[in-house]
């Protein structure tokens, strides 16, 4: 036979797979190995059900890479020689689709449109992200929000355990009916992450920014140095379900009574592996609102997000 050692080693892979029809060992970077069925696997976390522990929960961190009970990929992995790449030197992308779109007619004819797109790449201990977002809505056939704004974003992690994060950011947005025909804010700053765990999430961080303000109807424009605070959690309550609560600030350091406020508070149901429904309440709040604009802005938004 032209392979006989291939043949050894396909039927030794039999003999050890059927042995363990559900087996899968992680290798872990320290040599360590943990040996079971996966029962679950999220982005951060993989959960496996062996016999002596029970469920043991592993951070993909520590994985170095699994071997499965599937023969057809173990004779791949022979006839191909596929090299198996470290977790920490891969790249990892994440980016995510949600629509919005509810109408009502009879009495009242209405309807409202949200869109988003945001992307991240993590390398290391530093991550770029980026987004765009827009919403729409009309009451009667007569526009009466028209939203957009984007962001870019670099942090990279720093400390013992890298919960400290520098970053540098810039924002740029357009309302309409708030009157703003652009705002443009560049800033810098500092955050730390009280935990970054799959199950509950918190941080808060704080920069220095310019901001810049370009108005629709004539008034002159606007520039100002900002404070920028905010807070973010995101806690998992029972199963996947999920609330978030996102709260930005941007009083104004040369008029104290001057500030505007965003909150977005999430509730988000996984519908599957790469798909969730979302219901947000959002806050647009401004201390002195430009031309005949409210205070206030407020918007409940449904929503399915897609990740890929």
Not at 52 to 68: H, I, N, Q, R
């Amino acid at each position: 036979m032209k392979h006989p050692s291939i043949l050894l080693l396909i039927l030794a892979a039999i003999f050890l797979t059927s042995s363990q029809l559900h087996a899968k060992e992680i290798f872990l970077k320290n040599g360590d190995k943990v040996t079971g069925e996966i029962v679950k696997e999220t982005k951060k976390k993989i959960i496996v059900q062996t016999q002596a522990f029970g469920k043991v929960s592993v951070d993909k961190e520590f994985v170095d890479y699994g071997l499965t009970d599937d023969v057809e990929a173990i004779v791949e992995d022979i006839f191909l020689e596929t090299e198996k790449v470290p977790q920490d030197e891969k790249s990892k992308w994440s980016r995510k689709i949600s629509l919005g779109y509810s109408q009502a007619s009879g009495n009242t004819e209405a309807s409202q449109f949200s869109g988003k797109f945001d992307i991240s790449r993590k390398l290391d201990h530093a991550e770029w992200s980026g987004k765009l977002h827009s919403y729409i809505s009309s009451a009667n056939e007569k526009m009466d929000a028209k939203k957009f704004n984007g962001m870019l974003r670099y942090a990279f992690s720093f400390g013992q355990e890298y919960k400290w994060y520098n970053f540098y950011k810039f924002e740029g947005n357009q309302d309409r009916f708030a009157n703003v025909n652009y705002r443009l804010i560049p800033s810098a700053g500092v955050g730390y992450w009280f935990s970054d765990e799959e199950e509950w999430k918190a941080m808060i961080e704080g920069a220095l920014g310019f901001e810049h303000t370009n108005y629709r109807d004539g008034t002159e424009n606007e520039n100002q140095v900002v404070f920028v605070p905010r807070a973010f959690f995101e806690k998992v309550l029972f199963d996947d379900l999920k609330v978030s609560q996102d709260i930005t600030m941007y009083p104004s350091l040369e008029e104290f009574e001057q500030f505007r406020l965003h909150s977005e508070t999430s509730l988000i149901n996984p519908l599957s592996e790469h798909i969730e429904w979302r219901l947000s309440f959002i806050d647009d709040y401004n201390s002195k609102p430009s031309g005949s604009a409210e205070k206030n802005d407020f918007r409940l938004i449904s929503s399915i997000d897609y990740a890929f």
